[in-house]
């Protein structure tokens, strides 16, 4: 095939056209997302009428709108968002019957607290349970009247650490951290509020926590991610009475995905009936997500589903007959494609493609890989190699993902394709630490930041050069929050490894990263960033961890870097990349640095992606050599 033509960074890095879709319980409206004013919002249709008919119910021009809810109440929709990425999240209610008037603060909260999470009633219809720091170190249930705004104090919660989990009938259980890396779970009695444990589960490989934690559909237990003494995380029903453990999904040699967990913009890990709450099908890591299928009936519209693309089922929604769906599939050149089937005529159309512009053919395939660590250690990761180009000797990217307890996944991205596409290979290694390859890959991480976890990265790089796929000269490293900690060690431990690097929101001080972080989230991290790196406040620890951070060997940089940061991140605040910038331009280094005021841990606003791509375009041109716009 021809190289393909050279697709602009607007046609990338816009937000899609639409996205987002899911039909309303009573089957008969369709939601999706779609750009209005410059800012992706919420828009509502008949399930049967033409696209040209939908309605832009919210009107938010200043930051877009990702995550919204179906109300049991067809009138209300419900959606949250923040402040230029503060993400202090608040919760609106819009009135469908009433699309052109304001939205509705149901959750006005004093600064720097937040909605965690939004919880069905079914006990109480018209009610939600919204969980919140109103307290800023503790987080309340409130029961909120969707339709007048009257909020109730639901459940106080007695601990900073812990936190309650609902039933879809109002059924309460509670969740502790009874010493560090040990999660206690607990029902709680309806009267007193007395607390009666039944599960305890922990250890190291369990850094953000057991995920899932969800309670049953019968509301008499919970389902729990949970090894087992093994090395996959499996699905398991724990019973509130007895505590016996039951094994409700697992697949060998795979792990539970927990991306759901980390934020809503991700596939979730358990598809669950809007009708009964049973579980539908849960998602594994695979060389592509796996869905193992756990109901009988959506097996037969699982068979259905699988038909109408290639691709991985990404996301799913039905009416309360589960007779009409909303269908949602990952693909690496095709994302995003979202049908409409109906269950008792097995007719389907589809409703649309997020990025029509984009011609798959000129798109490159995401190829799962797997080599070891120096050490031995199994590694997995996803090559990207450019369409049209003999693959050897070409300039690399490593793209290093966030978290650290995250992993990448097959599927499209618009900064891998952007990266494909002028030419450079990207490698995406699921280094050590990285969730989904099992509790000893996650382990492995413990004490290592800047240690064997770069060295994974270095020998992922070197694979890539001794497959001839990657010229040795020519290697950039690029990622964003623990991403771009890593592109910053890249230029610091390993100073002559690489050609470039760009550091996406990234730490330059884990001391200073720590003690920055928002306090009510302290008391939840002592199993991941304590555990794993260290306490700022024991001396020892802050001498190792200062070895383990950039800014102490900041004069060893002379990489060429490109820095980019969020003026709002209230994650890895602006201070840290203040920080890195200065002392390079306190040298006489020269460092480009780009700050969007607008913007949180991670660029949302099209503007602003733009703009930082553009940078990556000519800076990755210059010093490796790709093609650029």
Same mark, same amino acid.
């Given at each position: 095939?021809?190289?393909? !033509? ?5 046609? +990338? ?16 409206? *369709? ?12 828009w509502v249709r008949g399930i049967d009428e033409e696209h040209e008919a939908a309605v832009c ?14 109300? /049991?109440?067809? !009138?209300?929709?419900?959606?949250? #968002? ?6 202090? &999240?608040?919760?609106? !209610?819009?009135?469908? /019957? ?41 987080? /309340? ?11 109730? +104090?639901?459940? %106080? ?7 309650? +989990? ?31 444990? $039944? ?122 007959? %589960? ?5 949602? $599939? ?15 005529? !097995?007719?389907?159309? +589809? ?111 070197? &694979? ?8 040795? %000269? ?29 550091d996406y929101v990234g730490i330059s001080s884990l001391p200073n990263f720590m003690r920055t ?11 991941? &960033? ?15 961890? *200062? ?39 306190? #040298? ?35 010093h490796l050599g790709g093609r650029s716009s």
């Amino acid at each position: 095939m021809a190289v393909p !033509r050279v697709i602009d960074v607007e046609e +990338l890095f816009a937000d899609p056209e639409f996205s987002g879709a899911s039909i309303s319980p009573d089957g008969k409206r *369709l939601a999706h997302l779609a750009p209005w004013s410059g800012r992706t919002n919420v828009w509502v249709r008949g399930i049967d009428e033409e696209h040209e008919a939908a309605v832009c119910v919210t009107h938010d021009a200043r930051r877009g709108i990702k995550t919204y809810y179906w109300t /049991d109440d067809s !009138r209300w929709l419900l959606y949250l #968002q923040d402040t230029d990425g503060n993400e202090d &999240w608040h919760l609106y !209610r819009v009135d469908l /019957d009433a699309p052109d008037e304001p939205a509705v603060d149901l959750t006005p909260l004093p600064p720097g607290s937040r909605v965690m999470d939004v919880s069905p009633l079914s006990s109480l219809p018209g009610t939600v349970v919204v969980s919140m720091n109103q307290r800023h170190m503790f987080v /309340d249930a409130f029961r909120v009247d969707i339709a007048t705004g009257e909020t109730t +104090l639901h459940r %106080e919660n007695p601990e900073s650490a812990g936190h309650f +989990l609902f039933g879809r009938a109002g059924e309460v259980f509670y969740s502790r951290i009874a010493e560090v890396g040990v999660w206690e779970f607990s029902t709680v009695d309806e009267e007193t509020g007395e607390l009666r444990p $039944f599960h305890r589960a922990g250890g190291p490989e369990y850094p953000m926590g057991i995920y899932p934690a969800h309670v049953t559909a019968d509301g008499k237990g919970l389902l729990v991610g949970a090894y087992q003494g093994t090395d996959d995380l499996r699905l398991v029903r724990v019973d509130a009475g007895t505590g016996a453990e039951t094994v409700v999904a697992a697949m060998d040699g795979h792990s539970l995905c927990t991306m759901g967990y980390v934020s809503r913009t991700y596939p979730p890990t358990l598809f669950t009936s809007r009708r009964t709450g049973e579980v539908l099908a849960a998602r594994f890591v695979g060389e592509r997500p796996e869905l193992l299928v756990l109901d009988p009936h959506f097996a037969d519209v699982y068979a259905e589903l699988s038909k109408l693309s290639d691709g991985v089922l990404a996301a799913v929604s039905s009416d309360e007959s %589960e007779q009409r769906w909303v269908a949602t $599939f990952a693909h690496d050149r095709e994302p995003g494609l979202t049908y409409y089937y109906d269950h008792g005529t !097995r007719e389907s159309r +589809l409703l649309f493609r997020p990025y029509p512009r984009l011609d798959p053919a000129e798109l490159a395939p995401m190829t799962s890989v797997a080599f070891p660590a120096r050490d031995g250690l199994p590694l997995h990761a996803f090559l990207t190699l450019p369409v049209g180009v003999e693959p050897a000797g070409l300039p690399l990217i490593l793209k290093v993902h966030g978290g650290p307890w995250c992993h990448d996944s097959w599927g499209f991205d618009p900064q891998i394709q952007f990266l494909a596409n002028r030419g450079y290979a990207v490698l995406q290694v699921n280094f050590r630490g990285s969730s989904g390859y099992g509790a000893k890959h996650i382990s492995a991480a413990i004490k290592e930041f800047a240690g064997a976890m770069h060295d994974d990265l270095i020998d992922a790089a070197n &694979w890539a050069v001794e497959q001839r796929y990657a010229d040795p %000269e020519r290697i950039g490293i690029y990622g964003g929050s623990y991403g771009g900690y890593s592109a910053l060690v890249g230029v610091t431990v390993t100073p002559d490894f690489f050609a470039a690097a760009v550091d996406y929101v990234g730490i330059s001080s884990l001391p200073n990263f720590m003690r920055t972080l928002p306090e009510f989230l302290k008391p939840l991290i002592g199993n991941s &960033w304590y555990r794993y790196v260290g306490d700022p406040e024991d001396p020892a620890d802050e001498a190792d961890m *200062l070895t383990r951070s950039p800014i102490t060997m900041v004069d060893r940089i002379r990489t060429p870097l490109l820095v980019v940061q969020g003026a709002n991140d209230s994650r890895v605040v602006k201070e840290e990349a203040d920080n890195i910038v200065g002392a390079l331009r306190a #040298q006489g280094v020269t460092v480009e640095y780009i700050v969007a005021d607008d913007e949180g841990h991670g660029f949302q606003n099209p503007e602003n992606l733009i703009t930082m791509f553009h940078a990556m375009d000519r800076f990755f041109a210059e010093h490796l050599g790709g093609r650029s716009s």
